[in-house]
């Protein structure tokens, strides 16, 4: 098992940035492929970016391509997010599994979630 620990989520006006981090301990991270996934009040957990185990390349959901970028560097996984808008409030939740995809299941540790809120 590996822990996570997300941080750096707060309130920024629409337009604004913020990263995320998500530091690991426990198990060697490089092992995991590692996903960064939100959920709003009421909705369902979505996919927002990943970094495939297999070979380190990246993956977007459409909704935050060209405006969020996910990276590593060691045991922190980070998720710059620039651009925010309204729609991009929820939680944030870093996620790290041994299978590569872009759904829930395929991540079996996960960290407590970073709120991100942005006002119009």
């Known amino acids: 098992q590996v822990q996570l620990v997300e941080s750096g989520g707060g309130l920024v006006q629409a337009g604004g940035s913020l990263r995320l981090s998500c530091a690991a301990s426990?198990?060697?991270?490089?092992?995991?492929?590692v996903g960064w996934f939100r959920q709003a009040p009421g909705k369902e957990r979505e996919f927002v970016a990943r970094?495939?185990?297999?070979?380190?390349s990246t993956y977007y959901a459409d909704s935050v391509k060209g405006r969020f970028t996910i990276s590593r560097d060691k045991n922190t996984v980070y998720l710059q997010m620039n651009s925010l808008k309204p729609e991009d409030t929820a939680v944030y939740y870093c996620?790290?599994?041994?299978?590569?995809?872009?759904?829930?299941?395929?991540?079996?540790?996960w960290g407590q979630g970073t709120q991100v809120t942005v006002s119009s």
């Open positions: 426990g198990r060697p991270f490089s092992n995991y492929g």
């Open positions: 996620a790290a599994g041994l299978i590569d995809g872009n759904w829930p299941g395929a991540y079996n540790n």
């Open positions: 970094i495939a185990r297999s070979d380190g």
